[in-house]
C-alpha cells in the first residue's frame, strides 16, 4: 500500500447548478493520463506539485499560480513532473458555456480558442478553486457567477477566434472517412489493412494522415472515442458492465483500465457521483484507500 505521500485521490462529478460542466479535484502521483481530447474545454490549476502536459507543441510544466487551457479535440496527455507528483482543481466546461459567455462578456465571435496552453495566472487559479469550492458547498449563486467570471477572464486575457482550417487535403479527407468508420463500427472496428484497402490507401498513409489530423493513430483514438461513448451511456444509468459490451471493449474489466486512466477515476465511482447528481445530493469529502477514488481534503 502507498504511503501517505503517494497516495492518489480523485473525484470527478458535476454539480446539478452548473450544466454543462464537469469538475476534477485530484491528487496523482503515479497516475498516467494516455493520449486523449476532449469535446470540450480544459482548465486546470495546479495547487501542489508540478504537471507535465504534453501537446502537439511540446510538453508544457504546470504548477501552482498557473492555468492549463486546452481547446476541444486536442490530443494531449499529463503525468507528475516530480516525485511528490500533484494536484489540481480543472473544469471541464462545455462548447456552448463558453459560447454563452464569450458572447455576454468579450467580442470573441464564432468559436473561441486559447493560443496559449499555459499562463501564469494566480488569480485565475484561485477562481478556479473557488467554483469548486462553492459547488462543494452547495453555493449555487456563488459557483455559477464565479464560474462566469474565471472564464470571462481567461477569455478577454487570452481567448480569441477559432482559425479557420485551410482546405482540406487529401490526406485529412482520408483520415476523417476513417474516424467516420470508426465512429460507425465502433464494436467491430476493421484492421488498420481492412480500412485502409476500403478507403483506397495504404496503412501507413492512412497512420500518417490519421496522426496529423486528430494527434494520435487510428488505435488510440478509438480508445479515447470508446470512454467518451461510455461516459455517455454511463450519464444515461447503463451498467459499465453493458456499457463497455455496447463500445466494443472485451469485457468491464477492460473498460475499467481504459477508463480510470483517461477519465482519472474507474466507471463505477464517475457513475456513482452522476447518481448523486440526480438525487440532489452531494457526498462528504471522505478520502478513500480502495485506489483512492474520491476526492481528499487540500
Not at 110 to 115: H, M
Not at 118 to 131: F, G, K, N, W, Y
Not at 274 to 281: F, I, S
Amino acid at each position: 500500500m502507498a504511503g501517505a505521500g503517494t497516495k492518489e485521490w480523485a473525484r470527478h462529478w458535476r454539480y446539478e447548478h452548473l450544466p454543462g460542466l464537469d469538475l476534477l479535484r485530484a491528487r496523482y502521483v503515479r497516475h498516467t493520463f494516455p493520449r486523449h481530447s476532449h469535446d470540450g474545454y480544459v482548465f486546470g490549476a495546479v495547487t501542489s506539485g508540478i504537471e507535465d502536459v504534453g501537446l502537439p507543441t511540446g510538453t508544457v510544466h504546470a504548477g501552482p499560480g498557473t492555468v492549463v487551457m486546452i481547446n476541444p479535440e486536442v490530443a494531449h496527455t499529463a503525468r507528475a513532473g516530480g516525485p511528490d507528483g500533484w494536484a489540481y482543481h480543472t473544469l471541464y466546461p462545455s462548447a456552448g458555456v463558453i459560447a454563452e459567455i464569450a458572447g455576454e462578456t468579450t467580442s470573441v465571435r464564432g468559436t473561441a480558442a486559447f493560443a496559449e496552453p499555459i499562463v501564469t495566472d494566480p488569480h485565475a487559479a484561485h477562481l478556479i478553486r473557488e467554483v469548486h469550492r462553492a459547488a462543494e458547498e452547495g453555493n449555487a449563486l456563488a459557483a455559477d457567477s464565479l464560474l462566469r467570471v474565471v472564464v470571462a477572464r481567461l477569455l478577454r486575457e487570452h481567448g480569441q477566434p477559432m482559425t479557420a482550417r485551410p482546405g482540406r487535403s487529401a490526406g485529412a479527407t482520408i483520415a476523417a472517412r476513417a474516424r467516420a468508420v470508426l465512429v460507425e463500427r465502433m464494436a467491430e472496428p476493421p484492421s488498420l489493412e481492412a480500412l485502409a484497402t476500403e478507403l483506397g490507401t495504404s496503412p501507413f498513409a492512412l497512420l500518417r494522415a490519421f496522426r496529423d489530423a486528430y494527434g494520435m493513430p487510428p488505435h488510440t483514438w478509438l480508445t479515447d472515442a470508446r470512454v467518451r461513448a461510455a461516459r455517455r451511456l454511463l450519464d444515461g444509468g447503463t451498467a459499465p458492465a453493458d456499457a463497455a459490451v455496447t463500445v466494443g471493449f472485451t469485457d468491464q474489466p477492460h473498460l475499467n483500465r481504459h477508463f480510470t486512466r483517461i477519465v482519472g477515476v474507474p466507471p463505477g465511482a464517475y457513475q456513482r457521483e452522476r447518481k448523486n447528481v440526480q438525487d440532489q445530493a452531494v457526498p462528504p469529502l471522505v478520502p478513500s484507500t480502495a485506489w483512492q477514488n474520491r476526492h481528499h481534503p487540500q
